[in-house]
């Protein structure tokens, strides 16, 4: 005899890059089986690659995973843990003054990806050349470690040129993808570093899963105000 099955509950997000509005419903235990074990890993493509997995599955392929800001996918993983495992959950803290570590519960409902979304935004090097940049995405972040195993700089210069979608003179505009990935490198490594400081700002202000977070230590009594930054801090 067939056994009954549960129809899961539905709920709806919001990318904060694009702005789309999404139903979701929560990651299930086979699901979450697969996310512990990538976790265990603690390895980074790994895991890339199970959340993709789980936030596929629960979006019911609405999400275009690869082509997500890496903000979008950590924001839309902590909205899905949060219905599946509860809203709430508990992180350990040291305390500013005298390093005790205090465990401090927080809300994953009110955690929101903080910062201005810039989309297309154009750079102009000089007065005829210049770039239109783009967050880098999962499956852009994914090639880059890939390739991991180059030097630290070689990786950073890889995501800097992950984030150019084109670049443009007084002539023409030249999309990334149709060039080689030499070619875009090649472009960086002529720039001045000034020039290379107007692209890379862009990556500072990048959107972050922010959260702030204030508690009194259990230990010396000293008020702390602290902030959380990135998927790994909310586990
Ligand atoms: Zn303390």
Redesign the pocket.
């Known amino acids: 005899m067939a056994l009954p099955r549960i129809d899961s509950p539905k709920y709806e997000l919001k990318v904060p890059s694009s702005g789309d509005l999404v139903e979701y419903r929560p990651y299930l235990v086979k699901e979450e089986k697969i996310l512990m074990m990538a976790m265990e890993t603690k390895d980074q493509q790994q895991m890339i690659r199970a959340l993709r997995d789980v936030i596929a599955g629960c979006t019911d392929g609405k999400i275009q995973v690869d082509t997500l800001a890496m903000f979008d996918l950590e924001y839309v993983f902590l909205k899905i843990r949060g219905k599946s495992v509860g809203e709430t959950t508990k992180v350990g803290l040291k305390?500013?003054?005298?390093?005790?570590k205090?465990e401090v519960e927080i809300n994953l409902d009110e955690i929101e990806v903080q910062g201005e979304v810039k989309k297309n935004a154009k750079v102009a090097l000089t007065d005829k050349v210049g770039v239109v940049l783009r967050y880098p995405t999962v499956k852009g972040i994914q090639k880059q470690l890939s390739k991991q195993g180059g030097s630290d700089s070689e990786v950073t210069m890889a995501a800097v040129a992950s984030a150019i979608e084109s670049i443009y003179d007084e002539n023409d505009v030249y999309q990334t993808e149709d060039e080689k990935a030499e070619d875009v490198i090649n472009f960086l490594d002529s720039l001045t570093s000034s020039q290379f400081k107007m692209i890379s700002e862009y990556f500072e202000d990048m959107p972050r899963l922010r959260h702030e977070v204030k508690f009194t230590?259990?230990?010396?009594?000293?008020k702390?105000t602290q902030t959380l930054e990135g998927l790994s801090n909310f586990f």
């Open positions: 305390c500013s003054s005298c390093d005790h205090n230590c259990g230990n010396c009594k000293e702390n």
